[in-house]
């Protein structure tokens, strides 16, 4: 007998159906290769009521990613046989994607999604003068956004997405990508970039990202959403956007991390919010716990602060180091250990000195013994 | 005994400091020494890589360099320090270029990228290294009756090349749980949702809806709390959820801690004394059998 695997897939259709509903089906492991071959041996085979959408069958036109035992996938670039292997013969559950509005069965409405993505302006608007021949690209910024250009549109980020699903106006992980993509591209006059930036904050919300990585994982063709998000926050704190609590974070973790070391647990909240952390901090003293008000300075710092400052000559960061911060830093570091962060350099000389003394006092008694 | 070097991070400062020693404890108790390697800095916690990527892979670098010149492998605690530390990892062993930029900066040090140290998240580490039924054995206070919802994390399930479970059907937390006597509830509502912390700084109403998701779903699941082998979403989960109204108030333990108190610690050296959301199973004089 020939194998076979249960599909259990989401079917509604608004126009009969007062709710969606799952329905199972029994599918040949044999006749089908992927799970788009398998969606059609239902429809074909099982029950020609059923809708998807697809059309180019080789994971170039984005139009079939569907939901499969939660995550997003392409249904033409899914080997079936690797679905069934992983659901370990329980039945697998194909649904539309998250977060868009339903159509029939798997199909969905991109629109909203679409719209969502025209308001940020990711397009080119040449800089000018327009040269009479065609642009000269080197490799070098080719590599740049070689990956985020990859993207099909085919919203399985967007429907894996934390920040969409708590967060309405965010405009997608997708979305962000092609931002990147055109705020580093050379053939895009500067105006135009600092919008299109300005709407990723503004309309777009990029700050909602919770850096989950889940975009990363299911981006069948290899693009990196989360990773092109840090970089749109950099490009627009370098270009001056910076009345946000996220880039006041990334000041604190800067020059925290520059002046010990570390970061502060305890002084972010005043950094962003302007909050008070003394009730927090009372909260764990109350209980019993030691707590520390500002990390303990790490062994190696000063050379670890040149390496920041070489790194930072050869690539120039989106945010700067803010000194007067790290003075204010250092100064708290002093007041609480009573030490300076050269503190070492200090041990060492003690060390020395005590050293230098115990061998005069031995110098001394050899030559009041020898006396 | 088996010796691992040990990467801190910024887990154990603020109101954490205990917890490294009870983590050298449990540790040093199931047969690995854990080695602090000194020197080691903050990773920039997957947020310096907004201003400055190579700066992360340089800071990175070192801190891995500095567990190679010891000789060790470096063992993290923290999902989000693993994932960044594994992440540079992964890109210098691919990139030989890179590797050499950053190894001519670590000179000055007289350190070396070499690549040969592994990254371990303790989750793993546990599972594999020590294995389950070491620690098994090594249960006094045995968990009974406890239902203990597994919550992993984002960081050690994404992105793949980095991933240390099965990013769709983690394992190992389950069979830990059950080592310790406890009874694991893995399939809950929200067991996959992120638990917010890294946008609480960001966007803290999105955080906030996020922090209850999987206390929410494990309770309606019958769990009487959460065990992660991550140090933030136990932080997030601790410290984010006594800020929602209404929130379900699941207590949120540590893995490290959830099994000194099975070992036979009092509930302060297990650290489970100083949670904001109660711990209410744990008892200060629950007997512990030998």
Request: charged share 30%; glycine share 6%; proline share 6%.
């Amino acid at each position: 007998m020939a194998e076979k695997a249960v599909l259990r897939i989401y079917r509604y259709n608004p126009e009969v159906d007062q709710n969606p509903f799952y329905r199972e089906y029994e599918v040949p492991l044999d006749e089908v290769q992927t799970l788009l071959d398998a969606l059609f041996f239902v429809q074909e085979r099982l029950d020609p009521t059923l809708s998807f959408r697809f059309f180019c069958r080789a994971a170039v036109c984005g139009s079939c990613a569907v939901k499969v035992n939660g995550v997003s996938r392409l249904a033409c670039k899914t080997r079936f046989r690797d679905l069934v292997e992983a659901s370990g013969g329980r039945p697998i559950t194909v649904e539309p994607l998250n977060f868009l509005k339903p159509v029939k069965d798997l199909v969905v409405d991109h629109d909203a999604a679409f719209e969502n993505l025209k308001t940020l302006k990711t397009w080119c608007e040449p800089k000018e003068p327009i040269p009479e021949r065609e642009y000269r690209i080197p490799p070098e910024e080719v590599k740049k956004y070689e990956r985020p250009t990859n993207c099909i549109l085919c919203f399985a980020c967007y429907g894996n997405c934390e920040a969409v699903m708590d967060d309405p106006k965010y405009a997608g992980p997708f979305a962000f990508s092609r931002v990147y993509r055109y705020a580093v591209d050379s053939r895009v006059k500067d105006e135009h970039k600092r919008e299109m930036v300005k709407n990723a904050l503004e309309a777009g919300d990029v700050w909602s990202c919770v850096q989950c990585q889940k975009c990363i994982y299911v981006c069948p063709k290899g693009v990196r959403p989360a990773e092109d998000i840090q970089n749109v926050r950099g490009i627009a704190a370098e270009m001056g956007f910076r009345d946000y609590p996220g880039v006041r974070k990334l000041q604190h973790f800067v020059d925290w991390v520059y002046a010990t070391g570390q970061i502060n647990r305890l002084a972010l909240p005043e950094e962003v919010y302007g909050v008070d952390p003394t009730p927090l901090i009372n909260k764990f003293r109350e209980k019993g716990a030691e707590v520390w008000e500002v990390p303990k300075p790490l062994p190696g710092l000063l050379e670890f602060r040149d390496l920041i400052l070489e790194v930072m000559k050869e690539k120039k960061p989106h945010l700067d180091i803010d000194f007067h911060h790290v003075r204010r830093i250092d100064k708290r570091v002093e007041e609480v250990f009573k030490a300076d962060v050269c503190t070492r350099i200090t041990e060492k000389f003690e060390e020395q000195k005590s050293d230098f003394f115990s061998r005069f006092w031995k110098k001394l008694g050899e030559f009041f013994g020898a006396s | 005994m088996k010796q691992v070097g040990f990467y801190q991070g910024c887990c154990f400062q603020g109101p954490d400091a205990h917890m490294f020693d009870m983590l050298k404890k449990v540790f040093a108790d199931l047969g690995v020494d854990i080695k602090l390697v000194e020197r080691t800095t903050c990773c920039g916690g997957n947020t310096i890589d907004e201003a400055n990527k190579f700066l992360v892979y340089s800071i990175n670098a070192r801190n891995i360099a500095l567990a190679e010149a010891e000789g060790l492998d470096l063992l993290v605690s923290c999902n989000t320090c693993y994932m960044v530390l594994a992440k540079t990892k992964h890109a210098l062993d691919n990139d030989p270029q890179l590797r050499e930029e950053i190894n001519k900066l670590l000179a000055e040090e007289g350190l070396e990228y070499k690549g040969t140290a592994k990254i371990w998240h303790i989750l793993p580490y546990l599972v594999e290294e020590v294995g389950v039924d070491t620690i098994r054995k090594k249960v006094k206070r045995p968990l009974k009756g406890w239902k203990v919802a597994t919550y992993y994390g984002c960081h050690i399930k994404y992105p793949k090349e980095v991933a240390v479970v099965d990013s769709e059907n983690p394992s190992g937390l389950e069979e830990l749980v059950e080592a310790l006597g406890a009874e694991p509830v893995k399939d809950y509502e929200g067991k996959d949702a992120c638990c917010g912390y890294h946008a609480y700084y960001t966007n803290k109403p999105v955080a906030l809806k996020k922090v209850v998701r999987a206390p929410e779903g494990a309770k309606k699941a019958g769990a009487e709390m959460l065990v992660t082998p991550c140090p933030l979403c136990f932080k997030a989960q601790d410290i984010y959820q006594d800020m929602v109204e209404n929130a379900p108030r699941v207590p949120s333990v540590y893995l490290p801690e959830l099994l000194a108190y099975a070992l036979g610690y009092d509930p302060k050296e297990a650290g489970l004394a100083y949670h904001i959301i109660p711990v209410d199973k744990v008892t200060v004089n629950a007997p512990a059998s030998s």
